[in-house]
């Protein structure tokens, strides 16, 4: 400011996300100092009933301005009939010793990962005592999920350093987030830069990755490439991974915002007793090619929005490594059409979504009259369409969402709904309460897998849930704790039954049988609290804690729906010493419900034993110096070499020792 103020204003000068309303409530004029613009719109105005209602525009540009005198207000965005709880976030977290995507969630109280191999060779992500099939998986809020199997889902070519954060989605209504919705957010860490990162450790672990932007004007564009491998903890869990991921965004005055982003990955990995736990000699190979843009204009009150994606993925399954058993080649397609309007009732928004899965396979599908392509013998596809209406509306301190819509599918039209409110009872603190209506369809996998201990059902199904929570929020200063409760009532459960040798039918008898003849209610409790300081020798304190048991009204074996985490505890500290050093230790407490098979004599299948799964305690921790553009870390996990398992007995690593340097160039 140049001129002479004769009145005080007062000056805000650090911008974090409080809502607008705050100008407008001291009603006269606010000086805005130094502001930093990190532009992201949430725009939550999607179908109440489609898989894909957290969808993420994010503007990658970061703005400075000189300080400006602001008058008048606007109203903080409502709220939709949707929850967000954030899992990860990058600022918080970036001196916690996490490498992959996998390691970042893994404290999460929402969220169950089942390991299979180490450094996120290969790893299933469930919500809330759900399976894996059960979480919808999003980029950047478009739906990426996998038809043929959620085991594939989150095999995204996305790494750590160009996820921003990674959020929850809960109470998704609509078809594919039966337990909910994983959004991982990518954004620049810089407006403008260039970084290189190179670690190495034990077990021939080496991982190497160059990243970087460019933005000019209303122009960004993020692109990263990496590499990373190891020779394995024990037999035959070697793996390789390469990941490529690119997006650009620009903002047209006339014709709207572009959004669009592309990405390939391919992997190759040792499957030692991954999905038979005797055999230890499998070997799988997976390749994902994905791409998305997105449209949006604004148009006075009104909002229009239009996306379209594509995800092709290859896999290749070795029972015995070096000769193929199974292969799939699927493709998944997606459209989406919206329109959000303003007015004096609130905002109501309409629109529609569809989507088309194909698959040709060696095993799975429909039988063809003629192999296809590279020797493929099955084939099937679908199309599924949702049409939605939703509306929100803010007074003062309270805030109401609901919608309604139908889900078209091969199984026909249902009518699906939610409603959430939530009440801002003091600065800080917000209580919310809703429910909501889920489905998800049966995977390609559900429908067809056969082999010599599992036989198929083309008889399934939709799964159903109606999910209710209650929660509450407070986040003032340096403090934030949060508490939430749930219970999901799900019916038609698809879960791999086992029928013993005296059963009725003769091809069911010592076999796994993909049914749903069981209803299953989910309770849980989820609390959490934290401490963040910008200064001091403390610099972040969170703890977590969370519960879940689950109530069958059926006594058969099932494969997976009862191994869900029933205790999960959780104590991260990060402290900065000598000015450039910082400590980041993470200690975690798993105890599993459920009991696996054991084979204590690989390759033979007749030696076995049923065990319970054990409770175990992780600790981790990550020493780092940083100065500048360089930052140099060692990273140590399980350092008491605790010895575990996520999955059917299938060990993982014990202490693992990794260290690395990463240098950044850029403004």
């Not at 100065?627 to 870390?633: A, D, L, P």
């Amino acid at each position: 400011m140049e001129h002479i103020q004769t009145t005080r204003i007062p000056c805000f000068r650090r911008w974090n996300r409080k809502g607008w309303s705050a100008f407008a409530s001291l009603r006269q004029s606010v000086m805005i100092g130094v502001l930093w613009v990190g532009m992201s719109m949430l725009l939550l105005a999607t179908q109440g009933a489609s898989a894909q209602n957290a969808d993420t525009a994010a503007v990658l540009r970061t703005l400075r301005i000189d300080e400006v005198g602001i008058a008048g207000s606007q109203t903080s965005p409502t709220r939709s009939s949707l929850a967000q709880t954030p899992l990860f976030d990058r600022k918080a977290q970036a001196a916690a010793p996490v490498q992959t995507l996998e390691a970042a969630l893994r404290l999460a109280p929402s969220v169950d990962i089942r390991e299979r191999g180490g450094k996120g060779a290969q790893a299933d992500i469930s919500i809330r005592g759900g399976s894996f099939d059960q979480t919808m998986v999003l980029l950047n809020g478009i739906d990426f999920t996998d038809a043929r199997t959620g085991h594939q889902s989150h095999s995204l070519p996305v790494d750590l350093d160009c996820i921003s954060g990674i959020d929850l989605v809960d109470g998704v209504p609509g078809l594919g987030a039966f337990a909910g919705a994983v959004n991982i957010r990518t954004a620049p860490l810089r407006p403008t830069y260039l970084r290189i990162e190179s670690a190495g450790g034990q077990h021939g672990y080496a991982y190497a990755n160059l990243s970087g932007a460019v933005t000019s004007g209303r122009f960004t564009l993020l692109g990263a490439g990496s590499y990373r491998r190891s020779d394995g903890y024990r037999y035959n869990t070697d793996f390789e991974n390469y990941n490529a991921y690119v997006r650009a965004s620009y903002e047209a005055e006339r014709a709207g915002f572009f959004d669009f982003q592309a990405g390939y990955q391919n992997r190759a990995f040792g499957s030692n007793g991954f999905y038979a736990a005797y055999n230890p000699d499998q070997w799988e190979k997976t390749s994902t090619a994905l791409a998305s843009l997105r449209w949006i204009k604004r148009i006075g009150r009104l909002s229009l929005g239009a996306s379209a994606s594509y995800r092709k993925n290859f896999d290749r399954y070795d029972w015995t490594r070096g000769t193929v058993s199974n292969r799939h080649n699927t493709d998944n397609v997606g459209a989406r059409l919206w329109a959000d309007c303003g007015w004096r009732g609130g905002t109501t928004s309409f629109g529609g979504d569809y989507a088309y899965n194909h698959i040709f396979s060696t095993n799975l599908g429909l039988k063809l009259p003629h192999a296809h392509g590279d020797g493929f013998t099955h084939a099937d596809a679908r199309h599924t369409g949702n049409l939605y209406l939703r509306h929100t509306k803010q007074w003062k301190r309270f805030d109401v969402a609901g919608s309604v819509g139908a889900s078209i599918t091969p199984y026909g039209t249902t009518a699906l709904w939610s409603l959430s409110a939530g009440y801002l009872l003091a600065e800080g603190m917000r209580l919310e309460a809703g429910a909501s209506q889920s489905m998800r369809l049966p995977t390609f996998t559900d429908l067809y897998y056969t082999s010599q201990a599992q036989v198929n059902n083309l008889d399934l199904g939709p799964e159903r849930a109606v999910t209710y929570r209650i929660g509450a929020d407070y986040r003032k200063n340096r403090w934030s704790a949060s508490a939430l409760a749930y219970y999901r009532a799900g019916r038609d459960i698809i879960d791999w039954v086992w029928h013993d040798e005296e059963d009725p039918v003769p091809e069911w008898r010592n076999k796994w049988h993909s049914e749903q003849t069981s209803r299953l209610d989910t309770y849980g409790i989820e609390l959490a609290a934290g401490y963040t300081a910008d200064e001091g020798v403390l610099r972040r304190a969170t703890i977590s804690y969370a519960y879940v048991t689950n109530d069958r009204n059926s006594d058969v074996i099932a494969k997976s729906a009862m191994d869900f985490m029933r205790h999960k505890a959780a104590l991260s500290v990060e402290i900065r010493f000598l000015r450039r050093m910082s400590l980041a230790l993470t200690g975690s407490f798993y105890d599993r419900n459920g009991s696996y098979n054991e084979f204590p004599v690989p390759g033979d299948p007749s030696q076995l034993r049923v065990r319970d799964y054990a409770p175990y305690f992780l600790l981790d921790g990550r020493l780092q110096w940083e100065k500048g553009m360089c930052r140099i870390f060692v990273d140590a996990t399980n350092m008491t070499d605790t010895r575990y398992c996520d999955m059917g007995g299938i060990p993982l690593p014990g202490a693992w020792v990794t260290g690395g340097v990463a240098i950044m160039l850029g403004r």
